[in-house]
């Protein structure tokens, strides 16, 4: 069965740094518009950053620029979020999802992100 799974949450101290990873098994992330996304507790869901299918573009909300890296492993199966300098507001679910439609080829391109992981948490504590 293809899914999309999510890595590297954990509890992490204000100001501390976690790195999470995002992979597919049953097909693979290159070529694919990857996207994070969050949801803190009582919140919508919210769109942290994305790399484009086109040419590894990345795009971030502006809660997180200059804080959260997206980026591709060498052989762009994994996609990662560096997260640095978290904050108490940066608590919630992380959740990784590709558009494998197309749709998205670049991340303003309005991707149609069809497969999503279950979500890993991210806890800061102050």
Do not use: H, M
Not at 27 to 40: D, I, N
Not at 108 to 122: E, F, I, K, R
């Amino acid at each position: 069965e293809a899914q999309v799974v999510e890595s590297g949450g954990g509890l992490v101290q204000a100001g501390g740094s976690l790195r999470l990873s995002c992979t597919a098994s049953g097909f693979t992330l290159a070529g694919y518009t990857v996207g994070w996304f969050r949801r803190a507790p009582g919140k919508e869901r919210e769109g942290v950053s994305c790399i484009s299918a086109k040419d590894d573009s990345t795009v971030y909300a502006d809660s997180v620029k200059g804080r959260f890296t997206i980026s591709r492993d060498k052989d762009k199966k994994t996609v990662y979020l560096q997260i640095n300098s978290l904050k108490s507001e940066d608590t919630a679910v992380y959740y990784c999802a590709t558009d494998t439609t197309g749709s998205g080829y670049g991340c303003n391109d309005l991707p149609l992100y069809d497969y999503w992981g279950q979500g890993t948490q991210v806890t800061v504590s102050s």
